[in-house]
């Protein structure tokens, strides 16, 4: 699982990235109106997917294949504007796209939350193998049998991984060890229900939303904290005001980017 310092590193990446981008495109503009003669292609809307692609994999270092698929749909269409005027793009072009997403599905990169399962279920199939032979292998400190105060384990339904490109989704996580996520929304929008989830001390979420939404809806009785950074976006806390009380030790962190999109917070 990521440290905390790993975190801070990843959400201040998406800043800079962002920033990055943002500073391109300007400069790009301005060579074309001082009289720089930047191709038309240049300027093709496909190359906005292409942008968001690159933000989101390097972000999630192309964990999952949102960004990919971006990728690849965006530099068809760029490369139908620069080269129709020279060649019949359409006739090569669409087939390579259709052979492009065939081997991304067969290629698709698994999430780390995937490969940590897979490996931990052969790991535990492997002990428990042993452990029918050799009586003497259980260990009383992860043996729930023989400590009843065994630390919950961790499956990949602790962890949220919503992905939603051109599309959109509805979640109720019902986990009482949920360690947090990822929410993505790219051209689409994500709801998130955390009301029937549980967890001990802080958790983070990050949340990515590029001309998306997200909604997420915590219980009343979870402190949250939101670190989202907004360009020409908007982070919208709507929860009713509650008195603290104390005892409170649940702190949910939002942190993440709303580019063109937005994120709301709600406990209804």
């Not at 906005?48 to 990728?71: C, D, P, T, Y």
């Not at 290629?107 to 029918?132: I, L, N, Q, T, V």
């Not at 060890?177 to 998130?192: L, P, Q, R, S, Y």
């Not at 997200?214 to 904290?225: C, D, F, R, S, Y």
């Amino acid at each position: 699982m990521e440290t905390q310092d790993n975190k801070e590193m990843v959400n201040r990446s998406g800043k800079v990235w962002a920033g990055l981008i943002i500073v391109a495109v300007g400069a790009l503009i301005l060579l074309d109106n001082v009289g720089f003669n930047i191709p038309s292609w240049i300027f093709h809307w496909s190359n906005i997917l292409i942008v968001i692609g690159l933000f989101i994999g390097i972000k999630h270092n192309f964990r999952n294949g949102s960004g990919i698929i971006l990728i690849i749909v965006g530099a068809f269409f760029t490369l139908k504007e620069a080269l129709d005027n020279f060649y019949d793009f359409d006739r090569v072009g669409w087939p390579l796209l259709i052979i492009a997403l065939g081997l991304f599905l067969i290629f698709k990169p698994k999430s780390d939350c995937s490969r940590k399962s897979k490996w931990k279920r052969k790991g535990d199939k492997w002990k428990a193998r042993f452990a029918e032979n050799d009586p003497f292998m259980a260990n009383p400190e992860t043996d729930p049998n023989l400590n009843p105060n065994t630390e919950k384990k961790t499956s990949n339904l602790d962890y949220l991984d919503s992905v939603n490109v051109f599309g959109g989704s509805n979640q109720i996580v019902y986990s009482k060890n949920f360690k947090g996520g990822e929410i993505t929304a790219v051209f689409g929008g994500c709801d998130v229900n955390l009301t029937q989830a549980d967890f001990e001390g802080q958790v983070v979420i990050d949340v990515t939303a590029i001309f998306g939404g997200a909604k997420i809806v915590v219980p009343q009785g979870w402190l949250v904290k939101s670190e989202v950074t907004a360009i020409f976006g908007g982070l919208e806390d709507k929860r009713g005001i509650m008195p603290v009380s104390e005892g409170q030790n649940k702190l949910l962190v939002i942190k993440g980017i709303a580019l063109f999109g937005g994120v709301d917070i709600r406990n209804f």
